[in-house]
């Protein structure tokens, strides 16, 4: 390609979308960020176009435009989750990062691929719910496509990602997501029952956005993870493992027919996967300090606790039954952590929410984006009742 990466950075103003527009300031040669999005935050969004000269923003929630003041010269605003997902499929695109936060990034991944854009994906749940859907719009696993149109930003997918890179695909042998273990590794249930939302929110390892950090805390962004992995790479749920690893140091392995593991290894640093999707198939430097393997000592690896951390065993589950069951297990996990970041919900409560409204749900098949819409409402509706009613 000539000229720079022309970006679309949707979700700009939230902890992943700040650390794209950093690396993308960091290679001005490279990579020209063309179009924007948020929600709410509008005069965040409308000092990031002047100070980026961006021609497109777009703000989700339209109750918020009269904070876009002051833009720049010929910048078109527009508002509404249409707006949002219409700047995915700008001819002047080539690569759009989906960093939207939840189920609001499915149609902003659907449009992407449609138009054929490259989609360095960090919103994992639009694959959650929809990767039936969108992974035959993206032309089937992700490592057997070439060149590639969908490059995974989550640090562990984005790290098999790597691992797999030049491998035949009936060579892999299984998966190995790693996890931190979140805040409360090593506490039993009980004492989980009175945590605050400072607690959740002081994640060890990473610096988020608050639902992905309390995903973290309860363990269901593995099983999210696991359910995205399932989809990005094509790989049999028997076939998916996690182990808890808490220096977050391999960011995952890869292991191979032949007993081989190949693992990803580096700085926690989300900084370091955005700039890959960006600079795949090359690599540019990056201004971190690599890893002090002798500072670091060991690395230790666990089995998770299940019993303390259901929502693992519920995503699993989900994924295991398939169709719109991941779906109604996202919109009810949503649901549920905006309840416990309101203070509305015990952080064990999440898990109960998410269980109840799966127990009444009947997974059908996936044959539209229309359905999974429905069913995200319809899980979103049991949730709030299972809510009101706990
Ligand atoms: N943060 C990480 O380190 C990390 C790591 C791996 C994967 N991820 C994944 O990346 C995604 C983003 O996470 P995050 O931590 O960056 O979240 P975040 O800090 O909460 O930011 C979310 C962004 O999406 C925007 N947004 C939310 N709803 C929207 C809607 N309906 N339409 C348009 N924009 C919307 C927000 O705008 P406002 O600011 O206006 O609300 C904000 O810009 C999540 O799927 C997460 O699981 C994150």
């Known amino acids: 390609m000539s000229g720079p990466l022309r970006v679309a950075v949707l979700g700009s103003t939230g902890s992943i979308g700040l650390q794209a527009l950093y690396v993308a300031a960091r ?48 910048c078109r605003c527009a508002t509404g989750a249409a707006a949002v997902t219409e700047l ?19 149609r902003v991944s659907e449009a992407a691929l449609r138009s054929g854009k490259v989609l360095a994906l960090a919103n994992k749940e639009s694959l959650v719910v929809g990767g039936e859907l969108l992974m035959p719009l993206a032309g089937g696993p992700v ?31 299984k998966l190995w997501l790693t996890a931190s273990g979140g805040p409360f590794r090593g506490r039993d249930r009980a004492s989980l029952e009175g945590v605050t939302r400072a607690e959740a929110l002081a994640h060890p390892r990473w610096t988020m956005g608050p639902k992905i950090t309390i995903d973290s805390a309860t363990l269901m962004n593995k099983g999210l993870e696991v359910i995205e992995a399932h989809y990005l790479f094509g790989v049999d749920f028997d076939d998916i493992r996690i182990v808890v690893h808490p220096q977050s140091t391999v960011h ?11 693992a990803h290894l580096g700085v926690t640093d989300m900084r370091v996967p955005i700039q890959y999707a960006l600079s795949h198939p090359r690599r540019w430097s990056a201004p971190l300090p690599p890893v002090d393997f002798a500072a670091l000592g060991r690395l230790e690896f666990e089995e998770p606790d299940w019993a303390t951390f259901r929502c693992l065993g519920l995503a699993l589950e989900a994924g295991r039954v398939g169709g719109t069951a991941p779906a109604a297990l996202n919109g009810a996990n949503e649901v549920a952590v905006a ?12 898990d ?18 229309e359905q999974l819409e429905d069913v995200d409402r319809w899980a979103r509706a049991r949730a709030t009742l299972a809510i009101a009613s706990a």
Do not use: W, Y
């Not at 499929?89 to 499915?106: K, M, Q, R």
């Not at 995952?252 to 190949?262: W, Y």
């Open 27 to 74: 290679f001005p040669e490279r990579v020209r960020v063309v179009a924007l999005a948020a929600n709410r935050q509008g005069a965040v969004l409308a000092a990031q176009a002047m100070r980026l000269g961006v021609g497109r923003i777009a703000l989700a929630d339209e109750t918020c435009a009269p904070e876009v003041t002051d833009l720049p010269p010929g």
């Open 352 to 369: 109960r929410v998410v269980e109840t409204v799966m127990e009444r749900h009947d997974a059908e098949v996936v044959t539209s984006f």
């Open 88 to 106: 995915a499929t700008l001819p002047d695109v080539d690569l759009v990062l989906n960093a939207l936060v939840g189920a609001a990034g499915l």
């Open 143 to 173: 490592h057997a496509v070439t060149p590639t149109r969908l490059i995974p930003v989550d640090s562990e997918h984005s790290a098999l990602f790597q691992c797999l890179l030049g491998e035949p695909a009936d060579a892999v042998a």
């Open 252 to 262: 995952s392995m890869v292991e191979f027919a032949d007993g081989s593991v190949k």
């Open 339 to 350: 309840a416990f970041l309101d203070g509305r919900l015990p952080l064990t409560g999440i």
